[in-house]
T-cell receptor
Framework: DGGITQSPKYLFRKEGQNVTLSCEQNLNHDAMYWYRQDPGQGLRLIYYSQIVNDFQKGDIAEGYSVSREKKESFPLTVTSAQKNPTAFYLC???????????FGSGTRLTVV | AQSVTQLGSHVSVSEGALVLLRCNYSSSVPPYLFWYVQYPNQGLQLLLKYTSAATLVKGINGFEAEFKKSETSFHLTKPSAHMSDAAEYFCAVPSGTYKYIFGTGTRLKVLA
């Protein structure tokens, strides 16, 4: 079945460490996204990519980095510069505005 | 810029009662509007979408939404709530090519 796989589901890291969240899709979608979800704040866009080897900052890109070397993969690195990294992170993909997004099941990152 | 507002961060209904979750978009008529549902610790699933083909849209799990231009609204309804409907619901609208803006979400609680 086609879909988006995010791994791991839960991730614990010590403060000051970089951590990379994985997102892989087999839907052949061109566009991929990373959102951060905090209680009561909805979804906030971190980065998005509409094509391989190209990506753009979203609304809250500071302290995060991404790469898009393959169409199927869009990993997110949470760096030590991110002041409050504990959150639920969602990856999504899209083929066009008409179809909306397909979401992964999320990664809950806890930094202690 | 396009935006959506969801009134009521928490809504409680009795099992069997009408569910009404509110979403208002900003003044310009969007080409598409979406409702997504999120169960605890999961990603978002598409419930239904408006595409201008019809103002009353039927989705999965018995939900429907009506697009009302005069009220700039796209409220989500279900005639009879079921315990399994307890989840968080998000309204979303395109904001630029391949990008969406999400509302802050409404958490639905269903009382036995």
């Amino acid at each position: 079945d086609g879909g988006i796989t995010q791994s791991p589901k839960y991730l614990f890291r010590k403060e000051g460490q970089n951590v990379t969240l994985s997102c892989e899709q087999n839907l052949n979608h061109d566009a991929m996204y990373w959102y951060r979800q905090d209680p009561g704040q909805g979804l906030r866009l971190i980065y998005y990519s509409q094509i391989v080897n190209d990506f753009q900052k979203g609304d809250i890109a500071e302290g995060y980095s991404v790469s898009r070397e393959k169409k199927e993969s869009f990993p997110l690195t949470v760096t030590s510069a991110q002041k409050n990294p504990t959150a639920f992170y969602l990856c999504a993909s899209s083929v066009s505005d008409f179809y909306g997004y397909t979401f992964g099941s999320g990664t809950r990152l806890t930094v202690v | 810029a396009q935006s959506v507002t969801q009134l009521g961060s928490h809504v409680s209904v009795s099992e069997g009662a009408l569910v009404l979750l509110r979403c208002n978009y900003s003044s310009s008529v969007p080409p598409y509007l979406f409702w997504y549902v999120q169960y605890p610790n999961q990603g978002l699933q598409l419930l239904l979408k408006y595409t201008s083909a019809a103002t009353l849209v039927k989705g999965i799990n018995g939900f429907e939404a009506e697009f009302k231009k005069s009220e700039t609204s796209f409220h989500l309804t279900k005639p009879s709530a079921h315990m399994s409907d307890a989840a968080e619901y998000f309204c979303a609208v395109p904001s630029g090519t391949y990008k969406y803006i999400f509302g802050t979400g409404t958490r639905l609680k269903v009382l036995a």
